[in-house]
């Protein structure tokens, strides 16, 4: 594994464990050139999964820009590290159970959006508000009209 400071090859694990799921395997790795400490997460594939864009053009499903777009609908709200990872997670298995190896990205939308409503709607409002293209404040007008009177309670970090 490379180390993603100095770019050296040579790095060492020092301590493997399973994440909260069981999804994967956490291991902390040190750089023998420059001494930094970084954390790698491995996970099993099933199969190559590709999202059909609404242009039809199709693109290998990315993992890490599902997470980043995640954390940006997440900024700054209280939601704990190992709750993103278990909806990414969440998200993926789905992706994978549906024995598909074409997904449309409406359907990424969707589960994205689905998994955000249940852990903090403010993200999902952010989420939805980039997903479902909003150009005027009517737009999350009518949007927030259409969500649930009771909100679930953000998970404190």
């Known amino acids: 594994m490379r180390c993603p400071f100095c770019q050296n090859e040579d790095t060492q694990v020092k301590d493997s464990r399973p994440t909260e799921d069981g999804a994967?395997?956490?291991?902390?790795?040190?750089?023998?050139?420059?001494?930094a400490r970084f954390t790698t997460f491995e996970r099993v594939q099933i199969r190559e999964?590709?999202?059909?864009?609404?242009?039809?053009?199709?693109?290998?499903?990315?993992?890490?820009?599902?997470?980043?777009?995640?954390?940006?609908?997440?900024?700054?709200?209280?939601?704990?590290?190992?709750?993103?990872e278990l909806l990414i997670s969440g998200i993926v298995r789905q992706l994978e159970a549906r024995g598909e190896t074409e997904i449309a990205s409406a359907v990424l939308g969707e589960l994205v959006m689905e998994a955000l409503a249940k852990v903090d709607q403010v993200a999902y409002v952010r989420y939805a508000s980039v997903y479902r293209d909003f150009r005027a404040a009517g737009d999350f007008r009518e949007f927030l009209e259409d969500l649930p009177a009771e909100a679930p309670k953000p998970a404190r970090s």
Not at 26 to 31: E, V
């Open 24 to 35: 994967s395997i956490r291991r902390r790795r040190q750089c023998s050139a420059c001494d």
């Open 49 to 84: 999964l590709m999202i059909i864009k609404r242009s039809d053009r199709r693109v290998p499903f990315d993992r890490e820009k599902l997470t980043r777009s995640v954390m940006i609908a997440l900024r700054k709200r209280p939601v704990d590290a190992d709750k993103v």
